[in-house]
């Protein structure tokens, strides 16, 4: 009886072995399998060391003038570029590291890969003066008198300005001057961690509320003798509900009408619209489940929670809607939240949901029954969203040791596969259309390195004879040359003889003792300079063979390396009626048959 496994897809650890589906496996490590066939993931390329190294959580790349500087963080940050027109100072804001915090050009960029980036920082808002100013009115002569009220904002390096102070009123002739002074002891205690550089004076006229501006001033410059007539006043104050975020603020994210959006307790936060240091406490909105984490998808902002799900929408912070989300699915880790094109991805105690307005469903539930599921640990996952594929990381051991799956969010019964790369960080990177990981306490880009495949393990589903018989051969069908893996033309014969140059050269370079030849010679011929090795890497990984293994009643009754399309016997002296093959090796292979005579694989 013929047995024929191709068009491979992965696992289904729900569904009992024998009743999976034609095509699928029960496993798949390191296996792409989006044409069909089962090919390698490329290997990860070393992209740069980073400050945190092992104890990373959170990654991002910053980029300032064409270079890209890896922002990296010990806990688990929030980050996300605020909506400021022609920013010339390239802000960037985040949350989660003690306080909402922001850094720019000037101040984050490190001097190197492994110093400590950002390299500095300042607080996302602006701080509120809680004194009000003094004001001495002098020099009047008219009869005519008036009520007036000055109050002053602080105003950043960046042209930020808050909330203002509390106000002075006199009463004063309305031809007389005022010396208006900030309080020394206000300047003086400012945190420099604000970056106050200046101040703006404020004062009423007569027949209205408002207050208009003044003047403004260095904060070396703390009194101001205002002569001014109303005609001669500003603009009114407009940033008078310009409160700091709560300190507490945490998964801050940017929103497409130009106003930001973050967690503090058990409320969401809104930004001012296109004032995103500022957040007023009248945009707050209180839940009942307490928010976990925020994912913007289209214009709407999903909210997971311990409870219920939520989504917000509007085109203002004073109008933005919230509505009750179908599923009663919480979300278990904040770090499992990442958006697709499809909606909002996250892990519940059910499996992977998937999220949009008015639709909530746990797109996993074909693959893991909730017995399944638990056993992942899936409280430890955290993941990211690449090419409309969902990548997650898991301890499912508890050692500290991630495994980590592909799913993908579009096809709900679609089937995953497994792959190898013990991270501690991730971020899906839409500029370079890169999946960059942090592994070792490196950054590292995934799938990118060709000439240095991963090495696949794959093991198709078994199928039941309807009586025990011997299976006596095997054949795999696949593209067996270097080309069908790293490209090019280059031959096992070439790649074998580039390889013993390479350890003949290194060899050599050894057994000279010379630095000078060793500097000189390595220059020359192409060896790495970096911390003064001039010696020669391997040119790649690539083996010559597929591993095959054929298991009957799970048993392996059969091991060997398979290099062409040709069939291989099998030996004989036993019978099984459960027989499957598991293939392991970095060519790609469409096609897996197994047959009791050769005559069966004829005109196959």
């Not at 031959?491 to 580039?498: K, R, T």
């Amino acid at each position: 009886m013929l047995h024929r496994h191709n068009n491979f897809k992965g696992i289904l650890p729900r569904v009992e072995p024998t009743l999976l589906p034609e095509g699928c496996a029960v496993l798949s490590r390191n296996a792409r399998l989006w044409s069909g066939e089962v090919r390698p993931f490329y290997g990860m390329s070393e992209i740069s060391a980073i400050y945190h190294g092992i104890n990373t959580k959170t990654i991002y790349p910053y980029r300032d003038a064409g270079a890209t500087y890896w922002f990296n963080w010990d806990v688990d940050v929030s980050v996300a570029a605020p909506p400021v027109a022609n920013d010339a100072f390239n802000r960037l804001y985040y949350t989660g590291d003690v306080s909402p915090r922001k850094t720019g050009r000037d101040i984050g960029k490190p001097a190197l890969p492994t110093d400590i980036a950002p390299a500095n920082w300042y607080y996302l808002g602006v701080t509120k003066p809680g004194t009000a100013p003094t004001a001495t009115p002098a020099g009047g002569v008219s009869a005519d008198i008036e009520d007036r009220a000055y109050i002053y904002t602080w105003v950043t390096g960046w042209g930020e300005e808050g909330a203002p102070s509390p106000a002075v009123t006199i009463n004063m002739q309305v031809d007389a001057s005022v010396t208006v002074t900030v309080p020394n002891a206000e300047i003086v205690g400012l945190d420099p961690k604000y970056n106050i550089t200046k101040f703006r004076l404020y004062r009423t006229v007569p027949g209205t509320t408002e207050y208009l501006f003044v003047v403004e001033q260095v904060l070396a410059s703390p009194i101001y003798v205002d002569a001014l007539t109303s005609a001669g006043l500003g603009t009114a104050l407009f940033s008078g509900e310009f409160d700091e975020p709560p300190a507490n603020l945490e998964s801050i994210v940017s929103l497409p009408n130009g106003f930001m959006a973050g967690i503090s307790g058990n409320r969401i936060c809104f930004s001012e619209p296109w004032f995103p240091y500022a957040w007023p406490e009248r945009y707050k909105r209180t839940l009942t489940d307490t928010p976990v984490r925020l994912a913007v998808i289209g214009t709407a902002l999903v909210v997971t929670t311990k409870g219920r799900p939520r989504v917000f929408s509007g085109v203002h912070p004073e109008q933005v809607h919230e509505d009750m989300l179908p599923a009663m699915q919480s979300c278990i880790n904040g770090r499992s939240l990442a958006s697709s094109a499809q909606g909002a991805v996250w892990a519940s105690p059910d499996g992977l949901v998937l999220a949009s307005p008015g639709a909530t469903e746990v797109i996993t539930h074909a693959i893991f029954s909730k017995r399944e599921w638990e056993l992942l640990r899936p409280g430890t996952m955290f993941g990211t969203v690449y090419d409309n594929r969902y990548y997650a990381w898991f301890d499912s051991d508890g050692n500290g040791k991630m495994e980590a799956m592909i799913f993908d969010p579009g096809e709900p019964n679609s089937v995953l596969t497994q792959f190898e790369a013990d991270a501690s960080a991730v971020y899906s990177d839409l500029e370079s259309d890169g999946l960059y990981l942090v592994v070792g306490g490196k950054i590292m880009l995934w799938d990118a390195d060709k000439v240095n495949p991963l090495t696949y393990k794959y093991r198709t589903r078994p199928i039941v004879d309807p009586y025990p018989s011997n299976k006596s051969v095997v054949q795999v069908k696949g593209s067996f040359t270097l080309s069908a893996i790293i490209g090019g033309t280059i031959s096992f014969a070439q790649y074998n003889a580039i390889t013993q140059a390479v350890i003949a050269y290194n060899a050599a370079l050894a057994g000279t003792g010379d630095p000078l030849t060793l500097g000189v010679v390595g220059g020359m011929i192409g060896g790495s300079s970096l911390g003064g090795d001039p010696f020669m890497d391997l040119p790649f990984t690539v083996t010559d063979s597929v591993t095959i293994r054929v298991y009957g009643d799970d048993i392996m009754r059969f091991q060997g390396l398979v290099s062409s399309n040709e069939p291989i016997m099998l030996p004989s002296g036993y019978t099984a009626d459960e027989w499957s093959v598991e293939i392991e090796g970095q060519y790609p292979i469409r096609e897996i048959l197994l047959a009791n005579a050769v005559s069966e694989l004829r005109g196959v």
